[in-house]
């Protein structure tokens, strides 16, 4: 049995989708998934053994020259590998427009979440099949519930196994643990970002207990910020730019991981790493890292999670020190994370 994958990107999502290929592998040892991702990703779904083969799509690059990707008949490229494999069924996980349309290109049964339970409804247009799976449900219990349901078995949803096989990032099995710690500094939106005073303050904090920290990036603004985080510290290491599977090793290698609100966090709890993960807007019920060893801190100031990328706090400014010097917490659900807090809690998991 032939089942194709749709979930394009974003990180996160991708992460959320290896536990249910593995609990459909382990119903039906016969069945082989290939996977549609954005090239950016493309390593990501060939770490699981169930995946034989991983097909790129480059959305995200054709948007912005539309006439090139037209000249140069990628698209249509694409198209033709996509027809040539009859699939048994084909899984949209990502529930978007695009992915439907992906899902409409290949040739087999369609199968997507309903109109009431997915990101954007129209997508149903192009569903042969459709399943109700409750929003208030964690991202990686909605995915395993949609694949559990189209390809008809049961599984355990109190354990949850990524499946990912370490040697196919290493090379040559799991690599020892160093006393370091990667911090996860970089995510998408402002209003996930904590401040960059904190990460300086806490790096202080990982190397007086003996740490080594690594800081990486993936754009110039994140690479400013990590040299921030490691001015004056010889601890503190910034990372050479990473493909994934270069930033999963540094994670293997390492004691644990510190984290916002990001992709990398969720390839953390992945590699069953503990982390402390940091949410101000955002809920972790929802979408947070999921699986052994993750700790969430959560705000409590009233307004979050607001769930919005842009902050619309309204109350008195929020400020705090740093070598004596005042600075403003922003945004502000984040100043319940002091550095020591967030310290302590990686103390305690680390020891647990």
């Known amino acids: 049995m032939r089942v194709l994958i749709v979930k394009v990107s974003s990180l996160g999502d991708l992460i959320h989708t290896l536990p249910a290929v593995t609990d459909a592998h382990r119903a039906h040892k016969d069945l082989v998934f290939d996977w549609v991702v954005e090239e950016n990703f493309i390593e990501v779904p060939g770490w699981h053994p169930a995946v034989a083969t991983v097909i790129p799509v480059a959305f995200r690059r054709w948007r912005r020259n539309p006439v090139k990707t037209f000249l140069s008949n990628e698209f249509q490229t694409f198209k033709r590998d996509l027809k040539n494999i009859h699939y048994d069924l084909v899984i949209d996980a990502q529930g978007l427009i695009k992915s439907g349309i992906i899902s409409r290109l290949s040739r087999g049964i369609t199968i997507g979440l309903s109109n009431r339970t997915i990101r954007e409804p129209l997508a149903t247009l192009f569903y042969n099949k459709v399943y109700s799976v ?124 510190i984290a916002v609100d990001t992709g990398l966090g969720h390839l953390a709890a992945a590699l069953n790493k503990p982390t402390v993960s940091l949410y101000g807007p955002t809920n972790p019920e929802l979408s947070g890292t999921y699986g052994a060893k993750q700790l969430h801190l959560n705000s409590n100031l009233n307004c979050a999670p607001c769930v919005k990328k842009t902050c619309a706090y309204n109350g008195p400014g929020i400020t705090d020190d740093f070598m004596d010097q005042p600075f403003a917490v922003t945004p502000p659900c984040f100043a319940t994370h002091k550095p020591e807090v967030v310290w302590q809690q990686f103390e305690k998991l680390i020891q647990s």
């Open 134 to 257: 409750p929003w208030t449900e964690h991202a990686v219990d909605r995915v395993r519930q949609l694949f559990s349901r189209s390809l008809q078995y049961t599984y355990d949803p109190n354990t949850v196994d990524y499946g990912i096989d370490i040697n196919r990032i290493t090379g040559n099995g799991s690599p020892e643990t160093r006393k370091q710690i990667v911090f996860l500094h970089g995510t998408t939106w402002r209003t996930k970002h904590w401040p960059e005073y904190y990460w300086r303050h806490l790096a202080r904090l990982a190397t007086d207990s003996g740490y080594r920290v690594l800081l990486p990036w993936g754009n110039a603004e994140e690479r400013q910020r990590a040299e921030f985080i490691a001015r004056d510290n010889a601890m503190v290491a910034v990372l050479d730019k990473q493909t994934l599977t270069g930033l999963a090793q540094h994670i293997l290698q390492s004691s644990g991981v």
